[in-house]
């Protein structure tokens, strides 16, 4: 099969903005939950024909707003679950299709880690391999706000469609992970993902074995996979990054892996860390500057979002343990972290076992 005229030129999405591809089923769920979508989109300033082409841009600070909103209107709790339900890998544009024509799993989510940022620049997801276990999940780069738990399920819904169009319907996670707090309802979370889930610990992501990864991709042709290819090679000619800008993206996305160190960055930008140190001199900061910029957004957003406890969290962060991580997290805040959880109205932790009770 070769590529044909239908096929436009994506362009790249300018920072702040997210293309409107996976919000495109938007209206209908509305209707089919009794809302008129008017009463929802006018109040930002849509009008529902901007849902129709999935090329449409929308700020991504008010993704969530418009979510919460939907969930206020309809009364479904689960909106945002059941938005990412409807969608697959053709919402996310030319990445998707680039993934849909991979030859095997580990390349296909290997495209999306790399070449996300081109269409959306305020998450930055992650493929994790350890022994047999891999974990494909992601970090948001901007500190979560109103509607964040709708985007985290339905993101997550989006996932597991897509591993089931690369891997078949043989394919079954063995752990799905929330930061989200336990919904009350989680009755269609079992049975959309058919596996333990985990709510309010650090990562969101999709657990499963790492032999997946190796499976050839289902339908594949790469004859559209070249075509793909030299799309998104255009894109990040037109719409690259500064490199500082570059380096925080690849930075916040290692964070949440555990390998985030001088070296592991550079690795990961194709550059000597002698050079990158030099580059980012030249854009006026350094790699320990942005770590601890990325290190303090990330404890935040745990310590409010999540009831993951003072200790894992310092894990996550890569702190040595926990009287390392509360040093430094007054030196941010001038108090300690489970000081600001209860001035900021966060989740109170609930221990590190019951934290990770599957539900």
Known sequence: MTPTASFHVFSPTPSGMVRIGPFIHLPGLLRELGVEPERVLERFGFAESAFADPENRIAAEIRGPILAACVRESGCHHFGLLLGQRNDASALGVIGFL?????????????????????????????????????????????????????????????????????????????????????????????????????????????????????????????????????????????????????????????????????DLAKHLGVHPRTLNRRLKEAGTSFREMHQVARHQLACQLLRDTTSSISAIATLLGYSGSNAFVRAFAQWESVPPATWRKQVGGVAPIGRHAALKPA
Request: one cysteine or more.
């Open 99 to 263: 993934m849909r024509n991979a030859p095997d799993v580990q390349t296909a989510l290997s495209d999306l880690v790399d070449n996300l940022h081109l269409h959306n620049r305020v998450a930055a997801p992650y493929l994790e391999i350890a022994g047999r276990q891999a974990i494909f999940g992601y970090q948001t780069l901007n500190p979560y706000a109103e509607g964040w738990e709708q985007i985290d399920d339905g993101a997550m819904a989006l996932l597991w469609n897509i591993m089931r169009s690369l891997c078949g319907s043989g394919w079954l996670p063995s752990e799905v992970r929330f930061r989200r707090n336990k919904p009350g309802n989680v009755n269609l979370y079992r049975g959309l993902f058919g596996a333990p889930l985990l709510f309010g610990i650090e990562q969101t992501g999709l657990v499963f074995s790492a032999s997946w990864l190796s499976e050839k991709v289902q339908l594949a042709d790469s004859g559209l996979r070249t075509y793909f290819e030299r799309q998104v090679g255009v894109m990040r000619g037109v719409g690259s990054d500064d490199f500082a800008a570059q380096a925080k993206y690849q930075l916040v996305r290692l964070l949440g892996t555990g390998c985030c160190t001088l070296s």
